[in-house]
């Protein structure tokens, strides 16, 4: 049984083609659960009659910006906060046509949940595919697929045995920890948030008793203390002595007032004196925004990283990455970029391109010399200065990179670092 915090918060995204109902299905969501305000409704309902429709056009409560609105596709990330008496969310609405996938990439790497929209009529397709690939790549834990338009496929238990089948064997071999399947029709409401009448051999719950009770707690990492350094806060007491407290987003572990301390990249030692969170706490947890101060005075700046003593990272210059090109221009060999990692930056260069992997077969094609947009691909990274990191499947905060163009600031690539000692990553 599910363990629920009450006010724990799950960060969601939608995946899924153009025309699979992403926006439609958290505007039912959304509708059904009675969170939307009465002018956003009355906006809504006036947007839709000028369209045509009969009835309210639900997916223009997320499709928020006017160029989405005219092409009827959703382009940019639009991020929702909801909450429910059992939890709170925040969900980000991604895009679903291919020319967008680095916004899919930005909502779905803070992701536990990803929501996969399929078309019950036109079956997986490729984008389908894709962004599961992408979501199991960004270490999002748990995959729930919502085989949508059942309506449209005279609610066939036999239709959504079938894409169940498929999408099963094609996400077994990801990384996912837990995959659901749902049936649902997101304009009629079917097991949105009500259960469906029309589908009474399913009877595995709807889409908001999923969400509700899926367990995040357990995929956070409550042993190896990782606090990367933001801010350094100088604060002047009442008699006049100086004090430094760090501040950052804890990314990993427990850290407690007493506990003994390294600092990267100078190795030195100390404890924490006090920790703050908002107020003067004794222990704090991730994803806290946390100050702390410690028992000596060092010199610790924006990039270094606080860590356990016995618990740390790696530090090395050369990065084996899986990386997802995201700039029209191709990512080769040589490429100079500047890497951004946790709170520190380096330069940095796209040293080989091992492979680039085939998003529908899996496959991996070793005879190719750079990545075009969108493709995705190992690759190696030597940086300027070392970087403190674990691999991408046991911290996604300190095994995250981004990779951007040195001279125009231009985002080039997302990527994941890999532990090459880890026999059982799959990439």
């Not at 809504?44 to 989405?68: F, Y």
Request: charge should be neutral; aromatic fraction near 6%; include cysteine.
């Amino acid at each position: 049984m599910a363990v629920i915090t009450s006010g724990e918060v799950v960060r969601l995204c939608t995946m899924g083609s153009v025309d699979d109902g992403k926006s439609t299905l958290i505007g039912r969501l959304l509708h059904d659960c009675r969170l939307i305000l009465e002018d956003q409704l009355t906006a809504v309902r006036d947007a839709s009659m000028r369209r045509g429709w009969d009835g309210l056009d639900l997916s223009l409560i997320t499709d928020g910006l006017r160029a989405e609105r005219e092409q009827g596709i959703t382009i940019d990330v639009a991020y929702r906060y909801f909450a429910t008496p059992r939890r709170r969310f925040i969900l980000a609405d991604t895009p679903g046509h291919v020319q967008y996938t680095r916004n899919t990439v930005t909502g779905a790497s803070t992701a536990q949940v990803a929501l996969l929209l399929v078309d019950a009529e036109r079956g997986i397709g490729e984008q389908a595919r894709r962004h599961a690939f992408v979501a199991s790549l960004l270490r999002v834990p748990h995959l729930v697929v919502c085989v949508n338009k059942m309506d449209k496929v005279g609610w066939s238990e036999g239709r959504f045995a079938e894409l169940r089948e498929k999408l099963a064997r094609f996400t077994s071999v990801l990384s996912f920890g837990e995959v659901r399947f749902i049936p649902i029709s997101a304009l009629r409401g079917d097991n949105v948030v009500e259960e469906s009448r029309n589908m009474p051999w399913y009877d595995g719950g709807t889409l908001l008793s999923c969400i509700e009770t899926i367990e995040v707690a357990a995929d956070r990492d409550l042993v190896d203390v990782r606090l990367p350094v933001q801010f350094v806060i100088r604060e002047r007491g009442t008699s006049g002595a100086a004090g430094r407290w760090y501040a950052g987003q804890l990314a990993a572990g427990v850290l407690r007032v007493g506990d003994e301390v390294a600092i990267l990249p100078s190795g030195l030692r100390s404890k924490v004196a006090a920790l703050a969170n908002g107020r003067p706490v004794d222990q704090v947890v991730p994803p806290m925004s946390v100050r702390l101060t410690l028992t000596d005075d060092l010199d610790i700046s924006r990039g270094d990283m606080i860590v356990r003593v016995t618990d740390q990272p790696s530090v090395l210059r050369d990065l084996d990455v899986v990386a997802c090109s995201l700039a029209p221009m191709p990512l080769r060999e040589g490429t100079r970029v500047v890497l951004l990692h946790t709170t520190r930056s380096t330069p940095g260069t796209v040293a080989s391109i091992r492979y680039r992997i085939d998003v529908n077969t899996l496959e991996r094609d070793p005879a190719v010399s750079e990545l075009g947009f969108n493709e995705i691909g190992r690759l190696t990274i030597r940086a300027a200065s070392p970087l403190f990191y674990d691999s991408y499947r046991t911290n996604r905060a300190t095994g995250g990179l981004i990779l951007v163009d040195e001279a125009t600031n231009a985002t080039v690539a997302a990527a994941m670092i890999v532990d090459p000692s880890d026999k059982e990553e799959s990439l």
